[in-house]
Structures are given as structure tokens and as C-alpha cells.
């Protein structure tokens, strides 16, 4: 600017040309540089979270993530950035980094971009009625039940993971959609004793619910989110179910496709699971 009544120029008291690196202002009155801003800085995003307050200096990077490689790790062991070894039974050791799920709920999760809404919702399907069938599972099997799940709400499908992830509360990799009530103890808090069996199966009394809410994948006009709904303890068509009447059963869920259904009892369904998602049954 100029002085006052003279063409003589006068530094700007509020301005400088300095470069971004140094400076973030000027100290005021003056044309000399301020120091850099004492909160941001550019640092690399591996190396540092934000800036030493009042300082340019890099912070150390954040104590609970880490960039591991998702087939060999699970998180930070915690105020450390070392990898935590992915669990057996949650990734594959090939290195794919994958869940292990069961089968139906692999092909859903891979192969769901290329199909069809109405296979995506059978497919979905299926894999909810192999997780509600792997709630119903007794010990002895070969999974203790379904407590925890993936990032997508599939059940991890061995025993290992599941026990694992109950020694590992609150982990990045281990979701507890329903809580304790959904499994047997020790993985959850339904009781193992011989008065909550009726034939061997406690855990008729856990409470795992079917998805709702799914996403199409590559949704065409008139796509929504859609809701499932299972039997448990039953064998259905679209019309009519198999129950075995001795044990709960019935329709549970978020869909009411099988609102109002015929049931003839059957004994021999015991332990067994129908699901519909979206109005389409899982066969």
C-alpha cells in the first residue's frame, strides 16, 4: 500500500509473500513471516496422526491402527504398531485375507456383483438359513454356535474363530451384531446345563436374527434394501412349512413371508432352518 499522501510504499502489516512451507502468516505490523501453523503439517499419512501442538512437528502414528495386511493381520496390538496375526479360522492362509463363512455366505459375499437382484436375494437367503442352522448347533459340532461375525454380519463358521473372538473383546475383526444372548457359554451367555436341552439342543434358546436392511450390489430402477425372515427348526415351501411343534419355531425375523403359514409338525426338523430374503426363498 502507499504511505498516506506519498507515492512511498509501505509494507503490508497484515501480508508477506512467503512460502506455504514457512510461514502462515505474518507477525502483525510487519512484513516478517510467522512461524508454521502450530496444528497441521504435512506429514506422511503412515508416519504421523497431525502435528505436536504448537510445534511443526510430526505425531507418532495412531497407537490402535496399523497398516497390516488384512490376510495376515487383524488390527495394533494396542499402543503398538505391530500386527496382530489374523486368527485360524477367520482368514484364509493362502493369504487371501477372507473370512472362513459358510459356503452360501462365500458366494454372496465374492459373486454377488455379478448376479442378478433375485440371486442376490436367494443366495442371501441360503446363507441365513446355514447360520441360523449353525446357531442351532450343540457343542460337539463343529462350530459352537454363531455369537460373531464378519464385517458383512455372517456367522465365522469354526469353532476356532468364534472362541478366539471371545477372548478378544471389542476387536476390529470380530462383530458382535446380537450379544452374548445369541450363543451358548462360553461363547455367549445362554447356559450349557441339561435344563435349558430339550433332546441335546440348548441352544433352541439363542436368539440369532437373519439380516435386514441388505444393499443391492449394482441396484437397477425400483432396487431397495431388502429384509429376511427364517423358520427355525423347520423345512418350508413358499406356501406350507415341517415344524417340529416340541421346540420353538415359527417365523423370526424382518420380512413377513411367512406370515400366516400352514405348519404340519414333523419331528424329524429339528435343528434345521428356512430363510427368505426379500421375498424369495432360499432354495
Known sequence: DCAVGTAVCEPCADK?????????????????????????????ASECTGCEVGTAACLPECEDKCSCDASTCSGC???????????????????????????????????????????????MAKCMAQDCVQSLEPHGYSSVGCRFMD??????????????????????????????QSALVPIGSIPDTSDAYFNGWASYYTEWMPMYNVQV???EAGDVPYNC????????????????????????G??????????????????????????????
Not at 19 to 44: F, H, I, N, Q, R
Not at 115 to 121: F, G, L, R, W
Not at 154 to 166: L, P, R, S
Not at 229 to 249: I, L, Q, S
Open 77 to 123: 496390538l494396542q499402543g503398538q504398531k505391530e500386527c496382530e496375526e489374523c486368527p485360524s479360522g477367520i482368514c484364509f492362509s493362502s493369504g487371501s485375507g477372507k473370512s472362513l463363512l459358510n459356503s452360501h455366505c462365500a458366494t454372496w459375499r465374492d459373486d454377488r456383483g455379478s448376479k442378478s437382484t433375485y440371486e442376490q436375494m436367494r443366495f
Open 254 to 283: 424382518y420380512d413377513d413371508y411367512w406370515d400366516g403359514v400352514a405348519i404340519d409338525d414333523n419331528t424329524n426338523k429339528n435343528g434345521e432352518c428356512a430363510c427368505a430374503c426379500g421375498g424369495v426363498l432360499g432354495k
Open 151 to 180: 464385517a458383512n454380519g455372517f456367522c465365522f463358521a469354526y469353532n476356532t474363530a468364534q472362541e478366539w473372538c471371545a477372548g478378544q473383546p471389542g476387536n476390529v475383526y470380530c462383530n458382535d451384531r446380537v450379544g452374548p
Open 217 to 219: 450390489d449394482h441396484p
Open 16 to 44: 508477506c509473500n512467503c512460502a506455504v512451507g514457512e510461514c502462515s502468516d505474518c507477525a502483525v505490523g510487519t512484513s516478517e513471516c510467522l512461524p508454521p501453523c502450530a496444528d497441521p503439517c504435512k506429514c506422511v
Open 229 to 252: 425372515t427364517c423358520m427355525k427348526n423347520c423345512g418350508c415351501k413358499a406356501t406350507k412349512c415341517w415344524c417340529d411343534e416340541r421346540v420353538p419355531n415359527g417365523p423370526f
